[in-house]
């Protein structure tokens, strides 16, 4: 072949290249991301480059349903994710679909009844912690073919069973600090997706560090050739007070957006008491090189059952039982719950590879103990009397391991307390540190309490 046949074969090559790259960049699914950081974000859910949530989309009719996974009670039902509702302040579990704490999240399916043009897929979630990052894949299919499996279960690849991977996302930023509002957008540069029927998101934990790395989504927008209109302002306005500790150490942040009935109260009553002793729980439990937390926040939640649960430096509070107990033990469940936002054990998985577990009687045991016998200790609320005798064990959890606590206080001092805090904090824990810190082992103290106790009762 002669050099002008060289030439021309080349130029062809080069034509073909194009035009294939071309084609590639003609059709290509960009996922794009913005973040809200904490002081940021507020209930427009307004982002740089990313649209905002929208209504009268077409997920808005839509079926969805959980194909694998389980949600978590405590937040609300998958309508929360397309009824064009939004949360008005960032941890507001019963504003927000998630999976159950401590799984790996799970799949979602969207039906939209049958093959439409999709335009952009966009997903919102709002949380100050671990739980506002998004981590997923999206899978479309248009539910044609013998083989297609329209619920996949985890295990499965959704692509044997007639799915199309369009997306995997992953918002989480690198800092440490990564809570916030997240918005996420699919689209492709030809301008659609395709025509699809279904969707699939196969969601996932954004941390295993502890159990609740399950991602608070507040709405998925599916955006087709008719468009939507933004959602507008939340009805509720937020109501959240800000008190700061004596000394200033501490910022407590108490909601009672849900609750308007409880404001009075947690302005007058409540809040004088967690800024009076946020601070004397520091106090009481040091360690080596710790500092404790500056912010905490207190949510009222209608529809949370139970107390109250803590998770880091969050507190979510059963409104239902407060309202009951407001001439009760009311203000002392919230100061057990703020020792577990000062012990911070989950910090010694963060920072050892294989920290020794705490037992759940000695980290429930030392909220208690601070409860009844230095907060509230007139009411009598961990004694121990011939009825509940029976049932004394040391590591019987709550009262009744505050009260064997109490009693080692009497008998070891109180810095048992203060170095058993700081050897739970650090992971540390084992069986041999109460033998170390008071010769006998833990079973052999439980004993003694027992007949101490029962010697006092034969004494009355």
């Known amino acids: 072949m002669n050099l002008q046949g060289h030439i021309r074969i080349f130029l062809l090559l080069v034509v073909f290249s194009f035009m294939v790259s071309a084609e590639v960049l003609h059709a290509e699914v960009t996922v794009i991301f913005a973040r809200n950081r904490n002081d940021d974000a ?29 949600r978590d009670r405590n937040g609300g039902d998958v309508a929360k994710l397309y009824d ?14 998630f999976f159950r704490a401590g799984t790996d999240g799970g799949r979602l399916l969207i039906d939209v009844g049958k093959k439409i043009e999709m335009l952009q897929v ?18 479309g299919a248009d539910g044609d073919g013998d083989t297609f499996n329209a619920r996949p279960k985890k295990g499965i690849d959704p692509v044997k069973g007639g799915w199309k991977l369009l997306a995997v996302v992953d918002t989480r930023p690198k800092e440490k600090e990564i809570g916030g509002q997240y918005g996420v957008s699919i689209s492709d540069s030809e301008g659609t997706l395709g025509e699809y029927r279904y969707l699939l998101f ?6 295993e560090v502890d159990s609740f790395g399950n991602t608070f989504y507040c709405e998925i927008d599916i955006i087709g050739p008719e468009g939507a209109a933004p959602i507008e302002m939340p009805e509720r306005k937020p109501c959240i007070d800000v008190f700061k500790t004596k000394g200033g150490i501490c910022q407590i942040q108490i909601d009672t957006t849900e609750t308007p009935d409880l404001t009075e109260w947690v302005r007058k009553e409540l809040a004088p008491v967690v800024c009076e002793w946020y601070p004397r729980i520091v106090a009481l439990l040091p360690s080596e090189g710790y500092e404790a937390p500056r912010k905490v926040s207190i949510t009222f939640s209608s529809n949370m059952r139970g107390v109250a649960g803590t998770s880091g ?5 059963g409104a239902d039982w407060y309202r009951r107990n407001l001439k009760g033990e009311a203000k002392g469940s919230i100061i057990h719950e703020l020792v577990h936002v000062v012990q911070q054990y989950g910090r010694a998985r963060r920072a050892r590879s294989r920290p020794a577990r705490t037992p759940g009687w000695v980290v429930e045991g030392i909220a208690d103990y601070i409860r009844f016998f230095l907060y509230n200790p007139e009411i009598r609320g961990a004694e121990i009397t011939r009825r509940n005798l029976s049932r004394a064990r040391y590591d019987a959890s709550y009262r009744i391991s505050a009260n064997f ?14 170095k058993l805090n700081a050897a739970a904090r650090a992971g540390e824990y084992n069986d041999d540190l109460w033998k170390k810190l008071t010769g006998k082992s833990v079973q052999e103290l439980g004993e003694e309490w027992k007949k101490d106790i029962q010697q006092k009762l034969d004494g009355l």
């Open 42 to 70: 507020t209930p427009l859910f307004r982002f740089k480059g990313i649209p905002s949530p929208s209504r009268g989309d077409a997920a808005a009719k839509a079926t969805f349903s959980v194909v694998d996974g389980r």
């Open 84 to 97: 064009s509702k939004l949360p008005v302040h960032e941890d507001e579990p019963s504003e927000n679909f």
């Open 122 to 139: 966009n997903t919102y979630s709002w949380h100050p912690g671990s739980r506002g990052p998004q981590v997923y894949k999206l899978y």
């Open 202 to 207: 196969d969601m996932k934990r954004t941390e």
């Open 313 to 317: 430096t969050r507190i979510r509070c």
């Open 405 to 418: 606590l109490n009693w080692i206080a009497g008998k070891h001092g109180k810095d048992f307390i203060v």
